[in-house]
């Protein structure tokens, strides 16, 4: 029976994992994000077309569940294929900063999130261009699709900044317990976990978040560049807080209170 490793052991395999992700070659970098991008519409149109088949015939709950549900492969894909996906790869290249003995790393994790962001957004929207042609999604996705969008921008402030501490937290969170795993099944099975668990909770992942909104606007959403706007900046921030503190940096406490206990 395998045995779980130890916390100094994840965080030794985050590094290595950082340092990939760190080392990669601006068009490696740039095709592994954009391939993200594209992939989460997978999982929100899944979502769309599951709740619009369901929700007439069984109501709200049993379509929502469903749809969470049918969202969560899109993560397995991320997960399996490796591609570079915005907070996802928060703790890792952390973990290889923290480790280094002559540099924070500023430079390359600054590389690392702005184009991971950026072309995230590029393959997301491009994708969703394509699946927004007349006819390609089956009847009702589309005025589905126009509802989570509307909803997203429409919440509280605060609530959408508490979505999104949560939504930063499970990803990251996501990004830990994978360098804790050795099979490509139990990566699986984190990966579907946490997906489903930010769809049914509607938990902010802000990549997620505005390709949601996008569609609904390509799709005829009433929705303005000024309020896709805030909720990036409110959930960007929530995620932040959520990725970079609540889960990075206490593991980061974590790790260094272990090495302090060895010596």
């Known amino acids: ?51 619009a088949f369901l929700e007439p015939q069984y109501g709200h709950g049993v379509a929502k569940l469903a ?62 261009a394509v699946l927004s042609v007349n006819g390609a999604l089956p009847d009702g996705t589309a005025s589905k699709l126009v509802t989570f969008a509307h909803e997203f921008v429409h919440r509280r402030t605060e609530a959408e900044f508490v979505k999104g501490i949560v939504g930063g937290t499970l990803v990251t969170l996501l990004s830990y317990l994978l360098e804790a795993v050795n099979s490509v099944a139990s990566r699986i099975a984190l990966a ?35 309020e896709l706007a805030v909720t990036t900046a409110v959930v960007t921030a929530g995620n932040l807080v959520g990725g970079l503190g609540l889960v990075t940096l206490t593991h980061v406490a974590q790790w260094k209170g272990a090495r302090q206990s060895d010596e």
């Open 1 to 51: 029976m395998s045995v779980a490793p130890d916390p100094e052991e994840i965080f030794d395999r985050a590094i290595e994992e950082g340092e990939r992700r760190l080392d990669q070659s601006m068009l490696e970098l740039v095709a592994t994000s954009f391939i993200a991008g594209f992939t989460v519409v997978f999982g929100i149109v899944a979502l769309g077309i599951v709740e």
């Open 67 to 128: 749809g969470a549900l049918a969202f969560g492969p899109a993560l397995v894909f991320l997960v399996v294929g490796r591609t570079e996906l915005f907070n996802e790869n928060f703790f890792d290249p952390v973990a290889k900063a923290v480790a280094a003995d002559d540099s924070w790393l500023v430079g390359p994790l600054v590389r690392l999130w702005s184009v991971t962001f950026v072309l995230n957004l590029v393959g997301g929207t491009l994708f969703v």
């Open 192 to 226: 579907y976990v946490v997906g489903v668990l930010l769809t049914v909770g509607v938990f902010d992942h802000v990549i997620v978040t505005i390709l949601h909104v996008v569609f609904g606007m390509v799709l005829g959403a009433t929705i303005g560049l000024g």
